[in-house]
């Protein structure tokens, strides 16, 4: 839910574009998702800088065979990777091949935050919402730094609303998951992550600034389709939801370009 | 030179701030560097985003005894780390110990890319200014993705202002460089690109959209300290200018915190 006593604030973050509080404006009573019509939303807002963390559930990095951060892995997507639910996550086979799902809960930022304790780092959030953190691999792991192949055009849906932070009692005691066309690929629980929302907020402050309307992805879980065996990957016509507990699901279709023309 | 004729596109792309518009507001005709007060101007305005490139000249993969690029290597740095001219790069101590800097020659995009073609590519070019991709080379390494060691708050000066497209005949015929405390330390001319600014903006655009506002800054090349035999990096109380002939001169005093306190 996204309370009325939140939507000034969240207002002030969304400039631009058919947003949650323009639906809210019809509905000045608490909302909840059976009631926005579908396909009627974009994303809540554009995030000014878009903060990512790798390898920050332990399941994920033990699926990965990776070892286990001493610090937070901070990488970025580019703001221009935000589509809204409904949305088609776009593969253009002349730049990527092997498109993989990730979903995380999204901390949206309410209030500047530079070098903030863990203690205070949670009156900083906004609130939360829903991003699947689609990954082109072969993109990622050619050019060795990752914003590129995480940063394609389409591959940050986001959204459908944003859940102040008032409603969350406790963001490490989320579950969380992917289905792909029903099928379940993703299920764990944000107890999973390494280092909390609070840890990576406070880490981040440490080095940049985090501003009001920054959005901070907190890593995935297990169940990425480029660990599986065999290896499985986004298709034309697939259908993704990402989906967090108490928060929300996102739900985009897959389409493959093919030499510009829609396969 | 800003020339009267580009104003009203750069008012469009300087949403906040003391900018170079307000400036040429009060001399409605061509102004030049020098009739600029020093200190005056914050850098002309904050990127949407900024795409940046590595390894891009080939005294400096030479230098860094790197392997040539088989295409652009595209990483990013956060637009909350642009300081303007004549403010401090701040280094926390607790945070980063090698710090470098690197000439750059940054394109402002003034209308959206998507896919265009090299020829087609410098319409979408805005303008050009200067900025130091300034770098903290333990963070950058230690992280393996470069975003956190180049994003840290006031680690891309940039501007002194925004020379519009039509004043640069050539942007592969630039000299450019960078003195610390008056002393040369990079010495070179963007003739040495691997990629130049139409095949960038050409690269970038079948992967992302490149939008109104968005910075691409182009690589730096040889001369950097990290590479020096014995190594430089950048101390407390440094005077860091980067400048690029026809363009501008960007300076900046660097000034350590040491556990919290100015040192």
């Known amino acids: 839910l996204v309370r009325p006593a939140g939507v000034e604030t969240y207002v002030a973050l969304a400039p631009e574009g058919v947003t949650l509080n323009q639906v809210l404006a019809g509905h000045p009573v608490a909302v909840d998702g059976d009631q926005v019509p579908a396909g009627s939303l974009l994303s809540p807002f554009t995030p000014g800088k878009i903060v990512a963390i790798g390898l920050n559930y332990l399941d994920h990095i033990r699926e990965a065979q990776a070892d286990q951060p001493t610090a937070p892995l ?7 990777s935000v589509v809204g639910p409904g949305a088609a996550i776009t ?22 935050a530079q070098r903030v304790s863990p203690e205070a780092a949670l009156n900083h959030v906004f609130g939360y919402t829903v991003a699947n953190d689609v990954s082109a691999r072969d993109v990622q792991f050619a050019d060795g730094q990752w914003v590129r192949g ?11 609303w944003v859940v102040t932070a008032d409603e969350v009692i406790d963001p490490q005691a989320l579950k969380l998951g992917t289905r792909v066309n029903g099928q379940v ?11 909390g929302v609070a840890e990576l907020i406070s880490y981040c402050s440490h080095s940049f600034t985090l501003e009001p309307g920054d959005v901070l992805l907190t890593g995935t879980p297990w169940g990425c389709g480029e660990f599986m ?5 986004l298709q034309d016509g697939d259908t993704v939801e990402v989906w967090i507990e ?8 897959v389409t493959v370009l093919s030499d ?4």
Chains 1, 2 share one sequence.
């Open 74 to 80: 901070v990488f970025t997507k580019f703001p221009s």
């Open 246 to 253: 108490g928060i929300g699901s996102l739900t985009n279709p």
């Open 260 to 263: 510009g023309v829609r396969g």
């Open 150 to 160: 995480k940063s394609l055009d389409t591959f940050c849906p986001f959204g459908p």
């Open 91 to 112: 593969i253009d086979r002349a730049v990527a091949a092997r498109v993989d799902w990730e979903v995380e809960l999204a901390v949206v930022i309410g209030q500047r």
């Open 229 to 233: 065996d065999p290896r499985v990957s």
């Open 185 to 195: 690929m993703q299920d764990s629980s944000t107890a999973e992550m390494l280092f």
